[in-house]
T-cell receptor
């Protein structure tokens, strides 16, 4: 079955450590996205990528980094510079070639807790 | 920064009633709009997309769009307890290929 896999589901880290969240998709989608969700809040865009080897900052990119070396993979690194990293992180993809503006398809998310 | 506004709720309706969820957006050039449902602790799942003014129906769900008023809504007919969730409105940004989300409206359907 096609889908988006995020791992791990839960992640615990000590303050000051960098951590990388994995996102893999086998939907053959060109575009991939990272969003962050805080309790009781909507989704905020961190980074997005329309094509391999290219990515753009979203609304809250500070303290995060990404890479897009393969079409199916878009890992997110939460660096020690991110002041409040504890959150629910969602990876998504879409097919820009679809009819109209195609919707986002989401992975199951990674819940990161930093203490 | 472009904004999408939703009433946070909770919106409480009895089972079998119509639930009406509303959303306004600031980007006048936006052309594509989406409603997602999110259960607690889970990722969002797409309910409906709408691109043209007017109504779009899919089963018990109807999305309504008024671009002149920058307003989009979701009606849920015959509400069921299983519809209890947070409903997120999302708008496709002009100028970048990404969605901006509202903060969501929490719906509670009382049995």
């Amino acid at each position: 079955d096609g889908g988006i896999t995020q791992s791990p589901k839960y992640l615990f880290r000590k303050e000051g450590q960098n951590v990388t969240l994995s996102c893999e998709q086998n939907l053959n989608h060109d575009a991939m996205y990272w969003y962050r969700q805080d309790p009781g809040q909507g989704l905020r865009l961190i980074y997005y990528s329309q094509i391999v080897n290219d990515f753009q900052k979203g609304d809250i990119a500070e303290g995060y980094s990404v890479s897009r070396e393969k079409k199916e993979s878009f890992p997110l690194t939460v660096t020690s510079a991110q002041k409040n990293p504890t959150a629910f992180y969602l990876c998504a993809s879409r097919d820009p070639a679809g009819t109209g503006d195609s919707p986002l398809h989401f992975g199951n998310g990674t819940r990161l807790t930093v203490t | 920064q472009k904004e999408v506004e939703q009433n946070s709720g909770p919106l409480s309706v009895p089972e079998g009633a119509i639930a009406s969820l509303n959303c306004t957006y600031s980007d006048r050039g936006s052309q594509s709009f989406f409603w997602y449902r999110q259960y607690s602790g889970k990722s969002p799942e797409l309910i409906m997309s709408i691109y043209s003014n007017g109504d779009k129906e899919d089963g018990r769900f109807t999305a309504q769009l008024n671009k002149a008023s920058q307003y989009v809504s979701l009606l849920i007919r015959d509400s069921q307890p299983s519809d209890s969730a947070t409903y997120l409105c999302a708008v496709k940004d002009t100028g970048r290929r990404a969605l901006t989300f509202g903060s969501g409206t929490r719906l509670q359907v009382q049995p």
